[in-house]
Each structure stands twice: as C-alpha cells, then as structure tokens.
C-alpha cells in the first residue's frame, strides 16, 4: 500500500512540475499572423529591453508582460530575455530610475493576456502553449 501511495505521490509530482514549466507561445494579433512570421528570438529580446520599439515591417511593437512569479514568465524571462527574473528587475529599476523609459504593461493571467494582444494589434505577449487559443497568433514556441 505504501508503495502504491508513493508512486501516486510521484507521479502527481511529476504532471504538476510539467504543467508549471509548460512550453510558453509569444503571441501577437490576429491580424499580423502572417505579418510579423520570421520574427527572431533576438527581436523579441530587444523588444522586452527597450532596445527596439517596432516589428521588421515597421509597425510598433508594444510588450506585455505577465506578473511577477508566473511561470510562464520565469521562463520567458530566462530563455528569451537571458536574464534571472531578479536580473531583470533589476535592469528596469535602472532605466525607470534614470527615466530613459517603462517596462512592458503587466497582465495578471494568461486570459489578461490574451485579451489585451487581441484587442491591441501593436501587442506582444507570451502565454502557456496549452493557453492559446483562436483570439491570438503566435510567432514561436519556447519548449522546456
């Protein structure tokens, strides 16, 4: 019994770690799924720095960001900015305080975040690939 307990044990364990550090989709507007296709990981790294304020066609580009402790956005934040979540912190503490600019608007969930992509055709977000739905296109997955 204990065996079977501790196996059950384990393999909740496991489907919870998964589903914490699901594959994160950046996502954009509806309407430039075809526009912005080719996009770079470094782009979008710039675009989350302040470093680049449009997409190659052009057209702003305005980021969102989920709140801080998502999941989702821990891995964002590692695998697309390269930066720990404290590091980036960090990096926007400095530019807000020497007023060169803001950091990303924040969103509070996944559902938050979709809406404001889908209602904003400048937008660029990021959610849980499990999370995307018709409302959004997205440009790439980032697979843990």
């Known amino acids: 019994m204990m065996k079977r307990i501790q196996a059950l044990a384990a393999a909740a364990?496991?489907?919870l770690a998964s589903s914490v550090w699901a594959d994160v989709a950046v996502i954009v507007n509806v309407k430039n799924q075809n526009?912005?296709?080719g996009v770079e990981q470094d782009?979008?790294?710039?675009?989350y720095l302040g470093k680049a304020s449009q997409f190659p066609d052009g057209s702003k580009a305005t980021p969102y960001d989920l709140g801080k402790g998502d999941a989702s956005r821990q891995l964002f934040v590692q695998e697309v900015i390269g930066k720990t979540p404290s590091q980036l912190h960090a990096?926007?503490?400095?530019?807000i305080f020497s007023g060169?600019?803001?950091p990303p608007r924040?969103?509070?969930?996944?559902?938050?975040?979709?809406?404001?992509?889908?209602?904003?055709?400048s937008a660029?977000?990021?959610?849980?690939s499990t999370a995307v739905d018709a409302s959004v296109a997205v440009l790439f997955t980032i697979e843990d």
Do not use: C, F, H, P
Request: hydrophobic share 40%.
């Open 124 to 128: 660029i977000g990021y959610i849980k």
């Open 100 to 102: 060169k600019q803001q």
């Open 43 to 47: 782009l979008i790294q710039r675009i």
């Open 106 to 121: 924040t969103v509070d969930n996944a559902e938050a975040m979709k809406a404001a992509v889908a209602a904003d055709e």
């Open 13 to 15: 364990a496991m489907s």
């Open 91 to 95: 990096y926007w503490s400095r530019r």
């Open 35 to 37: 526009t912005y296709t």
